[in-house]
T-cell receptor, first 114, second 112 residues
Framework: GESVGLHLPTLSVQEGDNSIINCAYSNSASDYFIWYKQESGKGPQFIIDIRSNMDKRQGQRVTVLLNKTVKHLSLQIAATQPGDSAVYFCAERAGGTSYGKLTFGQGTILTVHP | ETGVTQSPTHLIKTRGQQVTLRCSSQSGHNTVSWYQQALGQGPQFIFQYYREEENGRGNFPPRFSGLQFPNYSSELNVNALELDDSALYLC???????????FGPGTRLTVT
């Protein structure tokens, strides 16, 4: 079956450092990947997405890298701030479906120390 | 433009009871997806509604059912509640079934 997993369940960094959160996925048919940020007591917040025909996409302070050869996804956060502290989820969507079912990984807890 | 809203925020029910959770989609969105998030886990897809019809379903039993209304708001109904149904229930809306999903704050359901 399909699954999305994270290598590191927790990540602790100092303010100003760059953070890298990793994710492995198993469904080679996935064509769309998203990173979400979830703060305590809130729903997941869309950060950035990437389609399978790309290997890199940049946003404001964030970059997502996709390596389809090894089925690996990463989220890079530049100059991490205390407000970035949250749980980060990667999610995938299988291609060829008529509906947007997202399969989420278990999450990585990012803690940013001032 | 208002975001996705859900009600109630918290709910406590007894095993065997039934519950209805509500979701209002973001303006301009015609698709609503529901997810269950157990403590310490990622969200799991329950089902999706598009133009008032179920448009895909995850691995959840039939006692999980839903509705979508003409204004694209949606309800999630759970019958015969079990202790394991305790979770955060999230809805997400999108402008089309395969487009970006934007999540609401969730409803925290506790079954005792």
């Amino acid at each position: 079956g399909e699954s999305v997993g994270l290598h590191l369940p927790t990540l602790s960094v100092q303010e100003g450092d760059n953070s890298i959160i990793n994710c492995a996925y198993s469904n080679s048919a996935s064509d769309y990947f998203i990173w979400y940020k979830q703060e305590s007591g809130k729903g997941p917040q869309f950060i950035i997405d990437i389609r399978s025909n790309m290997d890199k996409r940049q946003g404001q302070r964030v970059t997502v890298l996709l390596n389809k050869t090894v089925k690996h996804l990463s989220l890079q956060i530049a100059a991490t701030q205390p407000g970035d502290s949250a749980v980060y989820f990667c999610a995938e969507r299988a291609g060829g479906t008529s509906y947007g079912k997202l399969t989420f990984g278990q999450g990585t807890i990012l803690t940013v120390h001032p | 433009e208002t975001g996705v809203t859900q009600s109630p925020t918290h709910l406590i029910k007894t095993r065997g009871q039934q519950v209805t959770l509500r979701c209002s989609s973001q303006s301009g969105h015609n698709t609503v997806s529901w997810y269950q998030q157990a403590l310490g886990q990622g969200p799991q897809f329950i089902f999706q509604y598009y133009r008032e019809e179920e448009n895909g379903r995850g691995n959840f039993p039939p006692r999980f059912s839903g509705l979508q209304f003409p204004n694209y708001s949606s309800e999630l109904n759970v019958n015969a509640l079990e202790l394991d149904d305790s979770a955060l229930y999230l809805c997400a809306s999108s402008s089309s079934p395969n487009y970006e999903q934007y999540f609401g704050p969730g409803t925290r359901l506790t079954v005792t």
